[in-house]
Structures are given as structure tokens and as C-alpha cells.
């Protein structure tokens, strides 16, 4: 099962014991809203994305793919600009664990915490390296820079959402299974609990699967086990959420000349435009596997069985950094790399959960012989 469903994304999306309905469902389109459609218009994002916090309780923005300099830039412009931390109370990122959330509260606040034990908060998470790249940690730093202007009833938190995960304690696939699964549903509890509860607002930086506000990977049905961040928090309807989607990969030549007239970086709501009524399945740079549960196993769903949802019912806006040719990405550095415990434990977890392939491409990546 894990297996399978690791190929859905970066994110496992774990499914439960749930049933899709069988293949006589009928699969039309959701209609789009009546009236004209509305214009394609471009605006500078920084400026819009303060517009939606201010109107919203949450503004969950995808990364794009993960490590991308383009969109790290433009997170750290909005951060840096005078009215975010006037408008914004929390910042909860998927780049960190919930585990050292002592030390990241305070980090940011101005105390001196010792670089090689803050490194745990983004290497000790659920993840392999992902978030090991120097943008990371220099996005911490840029929080923390921010914070020393403001007073302390104004400085910015910055909330870990991966599961506080404890390696010391994975032996098996199984034990660290049971942590990616609870990837979506502790990131919603964490908001709903630091940020709703407190009546204040976030900025929420995250992939784009677990933004979504139903499943692509499930068929959009809700099914045990494939819940997003966003889905929760919408079902359980205590917030307004601003949600925008960033295409980094190889877009699709439709998308290509949709945007090929845009100013970068640039930002364009969705709701009633022709981008907005198309299928959100066409969003992606290649085809999402479905999955159905069959005899309580995940089982390919045949194509003819996909639903359509428009992509103004998945994401509010779409975010455009540029052409895929021309996104950059952050990589582990040389110093990291020569970090001989460093390479073990990265190897070694990759290793426990049988991932050889990407243990071998890590060693390449680092540019050294692999560490035994």
C-alpha cells in the first residue's frame, strides 16, 4: 500500500478503509458559475497576497516545487514588506518539525540557539534531504531579522507543521508510515488550535497537494486517510481561506500560452475566468494517478471513472514566477555535504525504509563516494 501510493507525490496520501462509489457513477463536470466570464488580470503578488490576508484568516500559498529559488524569493519579499507583520500572527511551513517547536519560538524571537541543534527542526522531519537546501534555513533567519524591528506583542511566530516525528524510535517503514499519514490531518489541527482558536491570522507555505481542497489523488471523494491541510479546515468551517497555487514544473503548452504575457512575478485570481472553469486535473505537468479502494487495497482507478472539478473549486489563484525553463534550484551545499555524520544519517535513514535508489542519487547529489 505504501508503495503505491508513495507515487502520488512527494506527500503520501495514506487511504483508508473507505469505498468509492462503483463504476456506474456518473462523473459530469461541476458547472461553473453562472454569468460573463471575467477577465485574465495579472497583479503584482507581494500586494495581492496582503489584499487576501486582509480579507481572509488564512492564506495558504504552495511552494511550487520544493527548493525553488524563484518562489523563496518572492517569500521573502512579502515577509520583509512593512505591513505583513501588521497583518499577519503566524507563518506555519510543512519545512519543519513540529518536535523542535521550542527552539524555533525561540529562535525567531531573538535567542541564540546553537546552529547544529536548530538544524533538527528541518532535518529531523518526516522527509529525506528535501529541506536540507540553504533556502530553508535562510527563510528562518530572514523571520527572525524581521522580528528584531518589531516589538514583542507584534513579532511574527513561526508555527512547525510535520508531525513531531522521533527517529530514534523508527525501525520499520511501518513506524515511520504511521508519521506520514498524519502529515495532513496534524498540519489542520496545529492551525485550528495556535492560529483559529487565538483568533489571529497565518500565512500558511506549503506543497500544493496538501493545499487542494479536495483530493486529486482519491478522485476528489473523501475517503479516511486522504484529507488535505485545507479540505479540514474547510469542512470544519471556522475560517476564510485565500488559496494559491504555483506552477513551477514543465507546464502544459495551453498553460504556456495562457501566461506566456504575464509580468513575473505575477499573481491572477481564478473564480469565473476560463482558466478557472478548466478542469484542475489540466493543472498539473502530467497525469495524477487515481486511486480507488478495492477489498480494503488502493487500486488504480481507470481513467473513464476521473472526475472533473473546475479549478476555481480547488485553488482561488494562481501564482506565475516565470517559464519552468527558467526556475532554479536550491541545493544541499558543500559544507553540508562534507559533513560525514551528516551523509550517514541521511543514508542510513534512507536504507532503514528500503529507499536504495534514493540513498544512491543523495551520495550523487552530495558529489562524493557514498558513505558506508
Not at 490576508?53 to 523563496?72: M, P, T, Y
Not at 508510515?177 to 498540519?187: C, E, P, Q, S, V
Amino acid at each position: 500500500m505504501p508503495k503505491l501510493l508513495a507515487r502520488m507525490c512527494c506527500c503520501v496520501l495514506a487511504l483508508g478503509a473507505a469505498t468509492l462509489a462503483g463504476p456506474g457513477k456518473a462523473l459530469a463536470q461541476t458547472p461553473a458559475p453562472a454569468g460573463p466570464e471575467m477577465p485574465i488580470t495579472p497583479v503584482e503578488p507581494v500586494r495581492a497576497i496582503l489584499d487576501a490576508l486582509k480579507s481572509h484568516d488564512i492564506v495558504a500559498l504552495d511552494e511550487g516545487r520544493h527548493g525553488n529559488e524563484q518562489a523563496h524569493r518572492l517569500r521573502l519579499q512579502l515577509i520583509r514588506h512593512p505591513a505583513f507583520a501588521h497583518t499577519v500572527n503566524d507563518i506555519v511551513v510543512e519545512f519543519g518539525s513540529a518536535r523542535y517547536q521550542h527552539l524555533m519560538d525561540r529562535y525567531v524571537r531573538g535567542e541564540e540557539i546553537p546552529t547544529r541543534e536548530l538544524r533538527h527542526a528541518w532535518q529531523d522531519t518526516t522527509q529525506h534531504a528535501v529541506w536540507d537546501a540553504p533556502i530553508f534555513e535562510e527563510f528562518f533567519r530572514a523571520v527572525r531579522q524581521v522580528n528584531q524591528s518589531l516589538a514583542k506583542d507584534r513579532q511574527l511566530r513561526v508555527l512547525l507543521a510535520d508531525p513531531p516525528i522521533d527517529w530514534s524510535e523508527v525501525k520499520t517503514a511501518a513506524d515511520h508510515f504511521k508519521w506520514l499519514r498524519a502529515r495532513d490531518t496534524h498540519g489542520a489541527e496545529l492551525i485550528q488550535r495556535e492560529v483559529l482558536a487565538r483568533k489571529r491570522k497565518a500565512l500558511l507555505i506549503f506543497g500544493a497537494m496538501h493545499l487542494q481542497r479536495k483530493n486529486i489523488g482519491a478522485n476528489y471523494e473523501p475517503l479516511d486517510g486522504a484529507e488535505t491541510v485545507v479540505g479540514i479546515l474547510d469542512s470544519v468551517g471556522l475560517a476564510k481561506i485565500f488559496t494559491i497555487r504555483t506552477p513551477t514544473e514543465a507546464e502544459p503548452r495551453w498553460l504556456q500560452a495562457e501566461m506566456a504575457s504575464w509580468p513575473v512575478p505575477s499573481l491572477v485570481v481564478l473564480r469565473g475566468t476560463r482558466l478557472g472553469m478548466r478542469d484542475s486535473a489540466m493543472f498539473w505537468s502530467s497525469d495524477m494517478p487515481r486511486f480507488a479502494m478495492r477489498d480494503g487495497k488502493p487500486s488504480p482507478l481507470p481513467k473513464d471513472q476521473w472526475r472533473v472539478v473546475p479549478m476555481q473549486q480547488m485553488f482561488d489563484a494562481l501564482l506565475y514566477l516565470g517559464p519552468a525553463s527558467t526556475i532554479t534550484t536550491s541545493r544541499i551545499s558543500a559544507e553540508l555535504c562534507a559533513d560525514t555524520a551528516y551523509r550517514q544519517m541521511r543514508r542510513d535513514r534512507m536504507l532503514l525504509l528500503n529507499h536504495t535508489a534514493q540513498a544512491d542519487q543523495f551520495d550523487r547529489d552530495c558529489g562524493g563516494r557514498s558513505v558506508k
